[in-house]
């Protein structure tokens, strides 16, 4: 069933709705539960999420494509997209590839200050969705990075209490030769304690296979990376600045990310420092501001949500999203929290490996590999202390 809106909603106060609703899905899908719908809903609908950076390893797009199930909004990642980056004045492509549900460029890629950029997709069932062209800002160095730790460093609605973990904070000089604006992401190393993971399930010929019908098996199993292997998670908030108020200071201990004890392990956090376009600034501060105060998906928003992306085919067909193109720069810091007496947030799977003599298919199976995507690298990061 699809359920559409009027043309002339379309182009109104319920478009926003739409937009606010499912880019909030794309960040924090983990974080908010589904509520049932109090208003029109448009099934199908595809969102785009893309920065091109400065820093290697740090492009990505991500296409989604909404759904309504059991009453419920839900976005489903689309595979089999052709996903290309044009730079605007040399017609230069760049191809992406699809990898663990985002669409990655080679790992050397970069763009460079000054370059103007553009995002072009090709859905399986045909559609073209392009972006404007953005320019890439200039570059602005973090100078230090720390981290304290906080018992109660936020509020987590899903349990009702605060949670433990550290707040990171950089010191910058923010140039005066033109307006600035910050967006911050970071990027958090542990090692791996296994590489996969089957539910009711064993791991043959990497891929899960079922053992819900056999009453010996246990109810998951776990598998050794067969290397060295390090997860890498990202942040789930907003962090933003310009420099509005502070054009030309010296910026210090801006907070710009908070990292929850989910483990007692190690970590590294490396801290991103997008300089982004003015028209991409009012973009990600209209999304923090809906989460930020956000009571529900049918709350009211505080501002349109309005994106760059268009299809150049039919200009009647909304697709939802942004291409950000980002001058970078990065600092990392090395958090060591064996010490911390405070619990994990999250919930640890016990290591569970299959044991020589278990009831199940041949042959035993004790390790998996450490495969190279977004959320995992077998290469050792950077000032990483052993």
């Known amino acids: 069933m699809k359920i559409f809106f009027k043309t002339t909603q379309l182009a109104s106060i319920n478009k926003f709705y739409i937009t606010s609703l499912f880019i909030l899905l794309i960040f924090f899908n983990s974080c908010i539960d589904p509520v049932v719908p109090q208003f029109d809903f448009i099934e199908d ?15 990505f797009v991500s296409v989604k494509k909404t759904f309504l199930e059991f009453g419920m909004y839900k976005a489903v990642f689309v595979t089999g997209c052709k996903v290309k980056l044009i730079n605007s004045v040399t017609k230069e492509e760049v191809p992406l590839y699809e990898e663990s549900e985002n669409y990655l460029v080679s790992a050397d890629f970069s763009v460079q200050e000054g370059s103007q950029w553009e995002l072009e997709v090709l859905t399986p069932s045909g559609k073209t969705y392009k972006s404007l062209s953005e320019k890439v800002p200039a570059a602005v160095s973090i100078e230090t990075i720390s981290d304290t730790y906080n018992k109660e460093m936020a509020f987590d609605e899903a349990s009702g209490k605060f949670i433990p973990g550290h707040e990171i904070k950089i010191d910058f000089q923010e140039p005066s030769e033109e307006d600035n604006f910050y967006y911050f992401q970071y990027r958090a190393y542990e090692k791996e304690l296994y590489c996969a993971l089957c539910n009711n399930g064993v791991l043959r010929f990497g891929e ?108 009647e067909d909304p697709v939802l999203g942004r ?43 004790y390790e998996s590999p450490c495969v190279e995507k977004r959320n995992q690298t077998k290469v050792k990061p950077l000032l990483w202390e052993e």
């Open 45 to 59: 609908l595809v969102i785009v999420d893309a920065i091109a950076s400065s820093v290697p390893g740090t492009t």
């Open 208 to 315: 899960c296979v079922s053992q819900i019908d056999n009453p010996l098996a246990k109810e998951y199993y776990t598998y050794l990376c067969d290397q060295t292997c390090w997860k890498i998670t990202y942040n789930q908030e907003i962090s933003l600045f310009d420099d509005a108020f502070t054009n030309g200071k010296s910026i210090s201990n801006l907070l710009v990310g908070r990292l929850p004890l989910n483990t007692r392990q190690d970590v590294l956090v490396e801290v991103l420092q997008l300089n982004i376009t003015e028209e991409a600034h009012k973009y990600y501060k209209t999304l923090k501001d809906i989460v930020d105060n956000n009571s529900g998906f049918n709350a009211p928003l505080p501002s349109a949500l309005i994106g760059n992306f268009y299809n150049p085919n039919d200009t």
């Open 323 to 365: 291409f950000t193109a980002a001058a970078a720069t990065t600092k990392s810091v090395f958090i060591k929290r064996g010490t911390i007496s405070q619990a994990p947030v999250s919930s640890f799977r016990v290591p569970q490996p299959e044991l020589l003599g278990d009831p199940l298919p041949n042959p035993i199976t």
